[in-house]
């Protein structure tokens, strides 16, 4: 069973950073596509960004607008997410999904749909990040 456990998240004031971890066992992590998602209050969990298991393919959603960074160490079994400029509306819950996607459809492309990764991932319970004004 693949266990998902992330970090890094805390209280910043707006236009500050954040880099959250996630970390993963029970399974080879260099199979798997990762992502970030998060869910502010009152509304559904949305990807933030997500990148697959060799790290040629990547998705942001559209707010990210290149304030955030995904990558990965395959070494450490850990993907990272690099906020930089983070504003209130980044408050949210962050979830890290492990899915073994990619390596096993066919396509190099990572899944960018929310509802494929509800469905078929593994999820970390998630780590709180609040942005003050």
């Known amino acids: 069973q693949v266990q998902v456990t992330e970090s890094g998240g805390g209280l910043v004031h707006t236009g500050g950073s954040l880099r959250l971890s996630c970390v993963t066992s029970g399974t080879d992590f260099s199979n798997l596509d990762m992502g970030w998602f998060r869910r502010a209050p009152g509304k559904d969990r949305e990807i933030v960004a997500a990148?697959?298991?060799?790290?040629?393919?990547?998705h942001y959603a559209g707010f990210v607008e290149g304030r955030f960074t995904i990558s990965r160490d395959n070494g450490k079994s850990t993907v990272y997410l690099q906020m930089n400029s983070l504003k209130p509306e980044d408050t949210a819950i962050y979830f890290c999904a492990a899915y073994a996607g990619s390596r096993y459809s066919g396509s190099s492309r990572v899944v960018p749909f929310t509802s494929i990764w509800e469905e078929r991932a593994s999820w970390g319970q998630g780590t709180q990040v609040t942005v003050t004004s």
């Open positions: 990148v697959n298991w060799v790290a040629s393919s990547t």
